[in-house]
């Protein structure tokens, strides 16, 4: 089955800074590439996704890169605020079947 | 609308004890699931539901789990004889089949075991 590795497992930024989170995965039948941001107390919330015909996608501060021949993707937000701070997860999927990283705690210093 | 939700959002148990943990995931989404997090953990897959095909149950860690979809809406997640390493937040989600995957988490249940 799909596995998905995510690094860094913590990441510590100055407010204003980026902060890049990187993923792997490992079957190349994987087309659909969502990140989530977990806050305390709450369940994941969907922030961005790829598809595998695509190679880039932006969203105002967060942008998210797939790289399909490397089977890595990376989420990228730029100028962080403390309230970027949270865990995020990426994921792959295929068709509805998806498996999560472990995981990045980001910190946002003010 | 209405999102996912979970029932109980918290839950405190005896060693021993068995415990449902309920989910109703959004109206009209056939695919449901449920995933362990443990403390400062990621996203631990337990099992799926799509539709009315059989539920892939490859995310079970023992006999001890067990989870119900009825009327291919609501879902209730047993754990029977619950043990200490069973607490951890439990999770359910939902999507839509046909569209990009995208799931739509619930708050969690947190499973406290004594």
């Known amino acids: 089955g799909e596995n998905v590795e995510q690094h860094p497992s913590t990441l510590s930024v100055q407010e204003g800074d980026s902060a890049v989170i990187k993923c792997t995965y490992s079957?190349?039948?994987?087309?659909?590439f969502p990140w989530y941001k977990q806050e305390l107390g709450k369940g994941p919330q969907l922030i961005i996704d790829i598809r595998s015909n695509v190679g880039e996608k932006k969203d105002q501060r967060i942008a998210v890169t797939l790289n399909k021949t490397a089977k890595h993707f990376s989420l990228h937000i730029t100028e962080t605020q403390p309230e970027d701070s949270a865990v995020y997860f990426c994921?792959?999927?295929?068709?509805?079947?998806?498996?999560f990283g472990a995981g990045t705690r980001l910190t946002v210093k003010p | 609308g209405a999102g996912v939700s979970q029932s109980p959002s918290n839950k405190v148990t005896e060693k021993g004890k068995d415990v449902e943990l309920r989910c109703d995931p959004i109206s009209g989404h056939t695919a449901l699931y449920w995933y362990r997090q443990s403390l400062g953990q990621g996203l631990e897959f337990l099992i799926y539901?799509?539709?009315?095909?059989?539920?892939?149950k490859s995310g079970l860690p023992s006999d001890r789990f067990s989870a119900e979809r009825t009327g291919g809406s609501v879902s209730t997640l047993t754990i029977q004889r619950t043990q200490q390493e069973d607490s951890a937040v439990y999770l359910c989600?939902?999507?839509?089949?046909?569209?990009?995957?995208?799931?739509?988490f619930g708050p969690g249940t947190r499973l406290t075991v004594l």
């Open positions: 539901f799509q539709g009315n095909s059989a539920p892939d």
């Open positions: 079957d190349s039948a994987s087309n659909y």
């Open positions: 994921a792959a999927s295929i068709d509805n079947d998806m498996r």
């Open positions: 989600a939902s999507s839509l089949v046909d569209q990009h995957g995208e799931q739509f």
